[in-house]
């Protein structure tokens, strides 16, 4: 990484004696300016300075403030536990829309597995209860502790404003476990698995941005046990969810076209299965989505940018 | 009497020294044609309709996303169909005060563009000015009258000065006067 040119640097100390720590983290004038502005905005002032410490050394912004925005929820963000990313909120919404249109009759039934913050849940349930009034059921799960707390507290949080946060039930369990679906305490039936499960291959994990690796912010704060996965994840969310629950439907997160394939490849044997992906706004692959055909799930075909043969 | 002021203002002569009742006057009315802060023009949100707008999330941008990079940045753009009015808004995390922002600012450009003499801009940059004006106005006379009251000050201390300087020479004088009747009297 190139370093700070010093005419940067003075530009940066004209305007504020807090702006220019935090250009190690920002690289320009304009990100380090509205980033000093965030958090002007929304710590108090004798925090200020120790924050720019902190963010100086590429410490995440959202543990630094203890919250990410999430759609209209504010998630709250804790060391240990990944932060919600943006990608993730956008197919989240895109899920939430196609889902709005099979109307209230039906109850929902949705599963989420590795869940983090439980922003992912908490985002459904939202869209789909708060606005639209359709009943849902959600269990979602980690197999962190930390995770388990946090997203616990988040639950919590949401139950203080909104009354679906009853409609919510967070587990902690291991997606690999030999009774998972008894141990979730799932009803047979489920119509939807949703995950964002650990997908960097440990390679690109180690490497850096420029090498399509992972930034060093992330590496040093976030934990690896919620970044680092392969194929096993998606083969287990299959095998241990999707198909002992009988889920109708499922959407995963992933960062590689290799793992859509993996899926795809999973459930080729089983003709009533159609695959697709789906695209996050910087045009990257984003999510593999599944349906099953004649089933109200094959809403999520909306979801999809390209469906798989 | 609204004849003579404006008689007064036209012509440049001191008006303050000549008529020492009218700068009150003055005063008032300039402060008169200040609007007050709560009498603003309202922000025109009824400019906005949501169908003549496109509204862009943009985010994240070049090289990797997903897990591997931490982004908080959330830019809302907004284009104005009618118009080609673009307005970009990341001035808070949340995506949702982003919308309300960028929404209030495209109003607001849309407001200059149709009534450019009476638009709230237009106003609220006005009413910038003339208080600008009017703070310096008011400063200039406050350093006037300090000024003034110096000199006061500065001419009382000669007048003492000068004052104490006759009594020394008073006292030589006396001294000198003094000395010669004692001469005559030794005569």
């Keep these: ?309 | 009497m609204l004849g003579i002021l404006s008689l007064a203002r036209s012509q440049c002569f001191p008006v303050k020294t000549a008529m020492p009742w009218a700068r009150f006057l003055f005063q008032s009315s300039v402060q008169m044609a200040i609007p007050k802060r709560n009498k603003l023009p309202p922000r025109p949100k009824w400019l906005i309709k949501e169908e003549e707008l496109d509204e862009k999330f943009l985010k994240g941008g070049r090289g990797p996303g997903g897990q591997k990079i931490n982004k908080s940045n959330s830019k809302v753009q907004l284009t104005h169909l009618p118009t080609g009015l673009v307005v970009t808004c990341q001035y808070s995390r949340s995506q949702e005060s982003n919308r309300q922002r960028a929404r209030e600012i495209l109003a607001l450009k849309l407001d200059d563009l149709q009534n450019p003499e009476t638009s709230r801009n237009a106003i609220v940059g006005d009413r910038k000015i003339k208080l600008k004006q009017s703070k310096a106005k008011k400063a200039n006379r406050k350093y006037k009258v300090i000024d003034e009251a110096r000199k006061e000050a500065q001419t009382e201390k000669d007048g003492e000065l000068e004052e104490i300087v006759d009594i020394e020479d008073e006292f030589d004088t006396f001294l000198k006067s003094a000395t010669v009747n004692i001469d005559k009297k030794a005569d």
């Design chain 1, 1 to 309: 990484m190139p370093r700070i040119s010093p005419s940067l640097a003075r530009k940066a100390i004209a305007k504020s004696s807090l702006l220019p720590r935090l250009l190690r983290a920002n690289r320009t004038l304009e990100a380090a300016e509205q980033e000093l502005r965030w958090i002007q905005q929304e710590l108090p002032q004798q925090q200020w300075k120790n924050a720019v410490l902190r963010r100086s050394r590429l410490e995440p912004l959202q543990y630094i403030l203890k919250s990410q925005p999430f759609g209209p929820l504010d998630i709250i963000c804790r060391s240990g536990v990944l932060i919600p990313r943006w990608e993730t909120e956008e197919w989240t919404y895109k899920v939430a829309n196609a889902l709005a249109k099979l109307g209230k009759e039906k109850q929902l039934n949705i599963v989420d597995a590795c869940t983090g913050t439980g922003c992912i849940p908490l985002l459904l349930t939202h869209e789909l209860y708060e606005q639209e009034g359709i009943p849902v059921d959600v269990v979602a799960f980690d197999v962190s502790d930390e995770a388990f707390k946090l997203a616990s507290e988040n639950l919590n949080e949401y139950s203080n404003i909104y009354k679906s946060g009853k409609y919510i039930t967070i587990k902690q369990a291991d997606l690999f476990s030999n009774d998972l679906v008894k141990e979730l305490g799932v009803r047979k039936e489920s119509d939807l698995v949703t995950s964002n499960p650990p997908y960097i291959p440990h390679e690109d994990y180690i490497s850096s941005v420029s090498c399509n690796g992972t930034s060093r912010s992330v590496r040093i704060y976030e934990p690896s046990l919620a970044l680092i996965g392969e194929n096993e994840f998606y083969g287990a969310l299959l095998e241990q969810l999707v198909i002992p629950t009988n889920s109708k439907g499922f959407i995963f997160e992933l960062g590689y076209t290799y793992q859509a394939n993996y899926v795809r490849d999973k459930l080729r044997n089983m003709e009533s299965w159609k695959i697709g992906t789906s695209m996050d706004g910087a045009g990257r692959i984003r999510c593999v989505v599944g349906w099953q055909k004649g089933s109200e799930m094959e809403i999520l075909e909306e979801v999809c940018d390209e469906v798989l043969d």
